[in-house]
């Protein structure tokens, strides 16, 4: 009999988590507008809203925290913190950050200087988008055209069109102040991104003058998917995957809260001296002296432990085929879900499960409330709540091109049986799929509005004239 190894860790500590009796639960969803962010965390059982900053930190990142050295400048921790980033990913310098939004703040409030110019990457993360946008940027998603299709078996979906990106800097060339690429893919379903496509845009990149930025935040997971599946990288360690990566890049933003196994943290690195100048003193207006960036010295601490920690890969092995085993489970309880399955979570496609719900009526969302009712269970909606628009004209729902949930594993936190649990509570659902109601956008704001937006649950059909409109770019 074949086995998989178990947890390559054992539990030192735990935290009490507990199933709320169902009426709780309903009543904290009516309380808060049937919005997911809106139900405090100690009344769900399962959190699989996000595997950011929801790491479980290991006993060398704990005793680093006992070390960490709280003075105003020069603390140890950063220098720890500046070896680590220029042995792990090759970079000298670099600005500590409280979260990665604030490297993507920093960096496109510079690099956007005047209207009109453009990002492109292989799918922006949602932070990443807004932080373009507000600085009066286009943000341009070029992912391959498999990355879009919930069905392909492409083993690297997150892989940029090069041919888009080609013809994008041939003609607008001179209105790209910069390329990103995101590794993992987050907003394609955290699908890798091939060493071959980074060298590649990299290359173009060069070709045209355009500096190359890596969004890293889940950069070992990607680099354990190209010693699995690319060819001829089988043999390389992922350290020596990872330093190649980077190595191609004029710099990266980075959230530790993911691939840095950190509950807080995250840094700017970038080869260019002068723009580093210039964010510096950005920084010290919004974050803190360019030693600390907005963390204690104990985060940077536990930062430089957990980027380290990340490659190790008896670690990688585990995580990966945890989520892989997790998305193999929903199969076999007749979950659609978005194939293959990538690094840190599973994407459950809701539009194939409740085709009932017409896109009007948020069927993620509406899938995202069931899970919560029926098993305590929190998943993020990635569909038209997330990314869909309101038509300037009509005032009606332009719908996002899939409605996606996402339940994200977060790093050395739940076991297999955990996850278990979860199938069994989507399998009922399956079965009782037919009754789940609509939902009805009752208040949104502009900006990123999943986090704030409210609800009311709906017949199905009322209120919705179109069935199938314009997709929203
Ligand atoms: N880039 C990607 C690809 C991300 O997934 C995130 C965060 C960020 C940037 C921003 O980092 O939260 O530290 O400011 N993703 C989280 C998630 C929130 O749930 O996927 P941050």
Known sequence: MSRSLPEPWRVKVVEKIQLLPRDERERLLVKGGFSLFQIPSEAV??????????????????????????????????????????????????????????????????????????????????????????????????????????QNLHPFKGNMDLVRLLQLFEERGDDVPACMLTLTNNSGGGQPVSLSNIRAVSALCREFGIPFYIDACRFAENAWFIKQRELGQGHRSVAEIVREIFGFADGCTMSAKKDGLANIGGFLATRNEELLEVLKQKL???????????????????????????????????RV??????????????????QPTGGHAVYIDARKLLPHIPQQQ???????????????????????????????????????????????????????SHLEYVA??????????????????????????HFSARFEEVEVGVGVEVEETAVAA
């Not at 990443?128 to 879009?148: K, M, Y």
Request: charged share 20%; glycine share 10%.
């Open 321 to 338: 085929s945890q989520v892989e085993q997790f998305g193999a489970m929903l199969t076999a309880a007749g979950i659609p879900i978005m």
């Open 45 to 150: 059982f399962i959190d699989l809203f996000t595997d950011s900053g929801t790491s479980a930190m290991s006993d060398w990142q704990w005793a680093g925290m006992m070390q960490g050295d709280e003075a105003y400048a020069g603390a140890r921790n950063f220098f720890h913190l500046q070896e680590t980033i220029q042995d792990v990913f090759g970079f000298s310098h670099f600005l500590p950050v409280h979260q990665g939004r604030v490297a993507e703040n920093l960096l496109f409030s510079t690099l956007l200087t005047r209207p009109g110019m453009i990002i492109p990457n292989n799918c922006h993360f949602d932070t990443t988008r807004a932080n373009i946008e507000v600085n009066g940027g286009t943000a341009l998603d070029l992912v391959i055209s498999e990355g879009r299709d919930a």
């Open 424 to 449: 069994g509570v989507l399998e009922d659902i399956r079965a009782q799929r037919h009754t789940l109601k609509g939902m009805r956008m009752t208040f949104a704001p502009k900006v990123l509005r």
């Open 362 to 416: 948020f069927p993620a969302q509406a899938l995202s409330v069931a899970l919560y009712r029926e098993g305590g269970i929190r998943g993020v909606e990635i569909g038209s709540v997330m990314f869909g628009k309101d038509d300037p004209v009509t005032g009606e729902l332009i719908p996002a091109p899939m409605e996606l949930i996402r339940l994200a594993v977060p790093r050395r936190v739940f076991t297999n």
């Open 284 to 318: 010290i207006v919004i974050e803190g002296f360019p030693t600390y960036g907005g963390l204690a010295g104990r985060d940077l601490e536990a930062v430089a432990r957990g980027l380290r920690e990340v490659l190790d890969e008896n670690y990688l092995r585990f």
